[in-house]
């Protein structure tokens, strides 16, 4: 499925998709830095919701790690919270900002859990 703004685009992902891909995408999980110390996809960089969001805006670009203000913008990544509440917010955010190839991990977290893949602490 594709989730339209108003010129661009992210596509849903499934978790089982995602872990099986060959090539995978940086996978940018936007939940809080405890949820993520909690357990998260093998991997996975995170980058909380609020601080992705502010940090897209020009004179707060500084709030955003180096690595991530290095990102070209056809890097792909598949976007992670833990129901897949935030990350469509960071999914959309991203395309906005220009990236190219954005994946929302449908279900989050709780989903990738569920179907027992592996987790890393």
């Known amino acids: 499925m594709t989730t339209a703004s108003a010129n661009a685009s992210y596509r849903e992902i499934s978790p089982k998709k995602l872990a099986t891909m ?43 790690p180096k690595w991530f ?19 469509p917010i960071a999914a959309r955010q991203l395309v906005n900002s220009g990236f190219q190839k954005v994946w929302n991990v449908s279900g989050g977290m709780m989903k990738w859990q569920q ?7």
């Open 69 to 87: 203000r290095d990102l070209p913008k056809d890097q792909p990544i598949a976007v992670m919270c833990l129901t897949s509440h935030r990350s």
């Open 115 to 121: 179907l027992g893949l592996d987790v890393e602490k």
């Open 22 to 64: 060959h090539k995978k995408p940086l996978v940018l999980d936007v939940r809080s830095g405890m949820e993520y110390k909690g357990g998260h996809v093998p991997g996975a960089v995170n980058l909380s919701l609020p601080r992705l969001m502010l940090g897209m805006m020009p004179l707060f670009r500084w709030m955003l």
